[in-house]
């Protein structure tokens, strides 16, 4: 799996990357009804406009599909959809072109990729996208036949109003709807998803898994020590040391995206497609990362439970508590480690029980 590799000029925070696939994983089906649409529409006036940009459609669909191969295990998945957007738009600006420049039908087009950049990207993106859109949009007019464009400008104009309209009214809706969902699935202090966003998370884990041929490892991660930093040295530090933590969980982690603080300090992370070996060495990389170097002039540590789904199955609650009976154990033995609860462990625990 890619480890991301921190912001980007296109994602300035974590958060930002975790919208970006959640939106993804949202448009992906209605994109791939929209291109149904606009074959249709292709095909159906073939006869006049001509058969070239149903080509230009098809290399798009195949265009998509190298894009979303893989997108989430990428370490920057926001350049991969960024190239495929603006590949979007070059292929119908290639459609333009085949079809009549000025004239062509296909013009007011340019406008529909503009309505997803708001739901994908921060304003410094959107921007981006509409210069790209609007460079296309004069190259395949004023670029093709300017006098054309000099006797009868008004598909040029209407074509910039659409683009320019639809940037701006999706932009206001997106911010709307990222607050309300910012509030209900982010963590305000840490910045990493909480318990609501864990819950929606879980739930398509467990439909991914079902029948399919991948675990997923849970780990559970708890600072050591937490009430005596607070009490020492306040809760204000205190704050400090689990926004710290956050951060470090952040950077050292596989996506945003699989990291949710479900307690006071204690912390999720869920590993799709990763063995219980793999799940061990992960947790193990984060207590050193976490553990590396003080947080302020505050030493902080962390002890880790680990565990792993079945093959074809994924029981959250079962998992969970697997590696929260590990975690209890690292915390029993001293803290500062990693403890591993199999299948099997929970199986001798439970016959030792009813002996």
Known sequence: MGQTQGTSWLCPAEADRARLLDMERRIKPVRAAAMGI???????SGPWVGWWPVLVLLVSLAAFAVVDRGIEKAPRPEYRMAAGWALSQLLIAGSIVLSDGLHSPALCWLAIPVVTLSSRFSNRGVAA??????????????GLDHQAVMD???????????????????????VSDQAHRSDARIDALTGLLNRHALEL???ELEMQADGGD??????VADLD???AVNDAHGHATGDDVLRGTADRLRTHGRAFELIYRIGGEEFLVLLPGASLQDTIEHAEALRCAVGSRPIGDVP??????????E??????QRVFGRADAALYEAKQAGRDQVRVRTLDDAATALARTAA
């Open 201 to 203: 998370r879980i739930a």
């Open 152 to 174: 009868d400008p008004s598909n040029l104009i209407f074509a910039l109003g659409a683009i320019g309209a639809v940037g701006m009214l999706t932009t206001p809706l997106m």
């Open 214 to 219: 991948v675990t997923i490892g849970v780990i």
């Open 129 to 142: 996208g509409l210069v790209l859109t609007i460079g296309l949009l004069l190259a395949v007019t004023i």
């Open 38 to 44: 606009l074959g249709a529409a292709l095909i159906a």
């Open 300 to 309: 902080v540590t962390i002890s880790c439970g680990v565990s792993a789904s």
């Open 225 to 227: 020590h937490f009430k």
């Open 311 to 316: 093959v074809g199955a994924f029981d959250f």
